[in-house]
């Protein structure tokens, strides 16, 4: 028989690769994908996924209770992964409204959903299912040169309205496992990157911008510091955490790699140097231009992953500069999801209203 699985979001970038990864990897699963398809849900994220008949996309809104309550119920599925959110940091400062929205109130109906069907109805105990929240590693806040980076222990202190509204989403998990014994787990993850990330984001905006010849755009002096980790990597920690992990728990997950922005931007420039030797734009990172800096913007972000090394035995398995080079090749090769993301207009009309009035403060 096969395990059910509830995935959330999953037309987007990591649950996509998640769905990606679980169908190729163990075919005892089935994967039921609710997603709402906003402007960051694709269904092309899709396609090819491997054996289709072991997943079924469900387009709809996490905050639907009742309809997430009837699948659990009729189809009999203990396991939870929620991806779904809201998740770009800058379109949570300009209007907070969806945040909420998602990733307080549709937490709150998954989470009030498993505990009706699992706790109330089928009396379900701390083996027979499991809810695991994808959390971030923003919700800590920010740090200054010589802190330690973020583990489990550290204290929540979220900055800008999208880390407070992972933050509430998490503070209900936490709650939902101490107060009703739902056998819940929380990891946060750092930076993704890969393929399928809607060209919003740092990496994916860059190689596009670079490839067209436009502007890259730093905000303030682009010395911000991330942990990068490849989404793949991500997927299998997620993985592991679900088979493997006692309920209750938090995992903290990166790469443990940490260059600054302007580093990052110069990495993809350099590998597009060397795949358009001739282009007349290179080198391409003279494209860079330092704009407005993000309101609020959080400085530095480090991951102590050792938990999850120790007690799980995950480990990152791919380098930045291959997980970059890949990246890349990606975004190089699919031209035609790239078209069809952008032909959007929801994408043109985003680049629009974050970059026009930024000045270039350079
Ligand atoms: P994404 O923005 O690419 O995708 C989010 C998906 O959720 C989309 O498919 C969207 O349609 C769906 N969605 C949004 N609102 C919904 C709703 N109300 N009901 C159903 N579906 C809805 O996001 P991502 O980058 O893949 O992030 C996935 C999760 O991982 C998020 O919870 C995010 O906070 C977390 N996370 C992301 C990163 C990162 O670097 N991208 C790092 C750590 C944690
Ligand atoms: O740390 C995990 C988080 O990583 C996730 O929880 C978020 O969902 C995900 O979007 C990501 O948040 P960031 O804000 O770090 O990612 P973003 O790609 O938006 O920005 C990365 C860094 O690059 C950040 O310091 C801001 C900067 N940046 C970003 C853009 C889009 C620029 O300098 N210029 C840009 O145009």
Redesign the pocket.
């Known amino acids: 028989m096969h395990r059910k699985i509830l995935v959330t979001g999953g037309a987007g970038f990591i649950g996509s690769n998640f769905v990606h990864h679980v169908l190729k990897k163990y075919p005892d699963v089935f994967l039921f994908n609710m997603d709402v398809l906003t402007y960051a849900g694709n269904r092309e994220n899709l396609r090819g996924i491997t054996d289709p008949s072991r997943h079924i996309l469900i387009e709809s809104d996490i905050c639907d209770q009742a309809r997430i309550e009837r699948l659990l119920r009729e189809q009999d599925i203990c396991t939870i992964i929620n991806f779904a959110a809201e998740?770009?940091?800058?379109r949570s400062i300009m209007g907070a409204s969806p945040f909420i929205w998602t990733n307080i109130q549709g937490t709150y109906s998954l989470l009030e959903a498993a505990r009706t069907v699992w706790l109330e109805e089928q009396q379900l105990g701390e083996g027979d299912c499991c809810f695991l929240q994808v959390s971030?590693?923003?919700v800590y806040g920010t740090l200054e040169p010589d802190d330690p980076p973020f583990s489990e222990t550290t204290p929540y202190a979220p900055n800008s309205p999208?880390s407070a509204s992972?933050a509430s989403g998490d503070f209900l998990v936490r709650a939902y496992h101490q107060t009703y014994g739902l056998p819940t787990l929380i990891t946060h993850?750092?930076?993704n990157y890969g393929p399928f990330q809607y060209p919003?984001?740092?990496?994916p905006?860059m190689i596009l911008n670079a490839v067209e010849g436009k502007p890259l755009?730093?905000?303030g002096d682009?010395r911000?510091i991330?942990d990068w980790l490849f989404v793949e990597d991500h997927v299998r920690a997620l993985w592991m955490v679900l088979e493997k992990a006692q309920p209750g728990s938090v995992y903290t997950i990166g790469a443990e790699v940490q260059p600054t922005?302007l580093e990052i931007v110069d990495s993809v420039c350099a590998l597009l140097d060397e795949r358009f030797p001739d282009s007349e734009y290179v080198p391409f990172n003279s494209l860079k231009q330092s704009v407005t800096d993000?309101k609020g913007?959080d400085r530095r972000?480090a991951i102590d992953s050792s938990r999850i090394r120790k007690e799980l035995g995950w480990a990152p398995e791919v380098s930045l500069k291959d997980g970059l080079a890949s990246t890349v090749d990606w975004y190089l090769a699919h031209r035609d999801w790239v078209n069809q993301v952008r032909s959007r207009d929801t994408y043109n009309a985003w680049m629009k209203k974050n970059y026009q009035n930024r000045e270039n403060s350079a």
């Open positions: 998740t770009h940091v800058d971030t590693d923003e999208y992972k993850c750092s930076n919003e984001k740092l990496i905006l755009p730093i905000y682009g911000q991330r922005n993000r913007h972000y």
